[in-house]
């Protein structure tokens, strides 16, 4: 099965009413919040309204909480390797 991946990109701070209920239903309140949701003409629809605000990607499976951070999580720049002690 596959979903929508939707990802709030931007704030919806000073817009209309309407536009925050729809993302309100959609389930998204925090900016970089994450949803998926089943691939539905009424779902498309909701997020064609708020196309603005959103990025969206189509994915095979849900992430789980731990998942999605772990993808988050930024590459530090190097490794320590431990030499073995003689």
């Known amino acids: 099965m596959t979903y ?47 196309k603005e605000l959103v990025r969206v990607t189509i994915v095979d499976k849900k992430l789980t909480k731990q998942e999605h951070n772990a993808t988050m999580k930024s590459n530090p720049g190097y490794y320590v390797i431990k030499e073995e002690s003689h």
Do not use: C, M
């Open 4 to 50: 929508f991946r939707v990802q709030l990109h931007r704030s919806a701070i000073g817009l209309n009413k309407k536009t925050n209920e729809i993302l309100r239903t959609l389930g998204l309140r925090k900016r970089g919040s994450v949803v998926y949701h089943n691939i539905t003409a009424p779902t498309a629809g909701k997020i064609l309204a708020v």
